[in-house]
């Protein structure tokens, strides 16, 4: 169903583009975003605070390492005890190490929050200028093509989401 939508969607704008209808254009934002001086800023407290926790989290495995190999020389002159103890202290430290790795680089990580509250006002402020740019210049719709094509600005000439609703509405028999 959706892919059947972004089909019609990209016929019907091939065919108002034929007839000279609309104006489109595309912008690079991955472009402009590595020009913008507050942009590398932002990218390069990003990269040293990611650079700090990859040495902690690179600390911790050395140091895990080191315990298993001194563990796996030992384990077969050591107690019971003792070999369940010290199975038990690495399985803890590499909790710690997998805690620490999904609370820095997890997919809501500290990493994640901070690059979104650096960056945020740049893209903020980008996406603000696309739609000055294409209000000023009469662009109809604009896409950026730094990635996955997105729409950046959409005339709201050509919203038809009150007209679809309506469509869907139950009709009174």
């Known amino acids: 169903m ?7 969607g990209a016929l019907m704008v ?6 000279g209808q609309m104006k489109i254009g595309h912008v690079n934002s991955n472009a402009v975003m590595k020009q913008l001086p507050d942009a ?19 600390r911790m495995q050395g140091e895990w390492k080191k315990k298993f190999d001194d ?14 103890e010290a199975e038990k202290e ?12 999904t609370l820095k680089f997890g997919q809501n990580g500290e990493l994640f929050t901070k690059q979104n509250d650096l960056m945020k ?24 093509r730094s990635g996955e094509i997105l729409l950046m600005f ?7 989401t009150q007209k679809v609703l309506a ?4 009709t009174s028999r």
């Open 2 to 8: 959706r892919t059947t939508g972004y089909v019609f």
């Open 14 to 19: 091939c065919s108002a583009i034929m007839s």
């Open 40 to 58: 590398q800023d932002a990218q390069k407290q990003v990269d040293a605070l990611t650079a700090q926790w990859q040495e902690e989290l690179n």
């Open 71 to 84: 563990y796996d020389k030992r384990k077969l002159i050591m107690t019971d005890q003792r070999r369940a």
């Open 90 to 101: 690495l399985r803890d430290l590499d909790q710690r190490i997998v805690d620490f790795r």
């Open 121 to 144: 006002p740049v893209q903020d402020r980008v996406f603000k200028a696309i739609q000055d740019v294409a209000s000023e210049e009469g662009y109809d719709y604009v896409f950026d």
């Open 154 to 160: 959409a005339n709201e000439k050509y919203d038809v």
């Open 167 to 170: 469509k869907l509405k139950p």
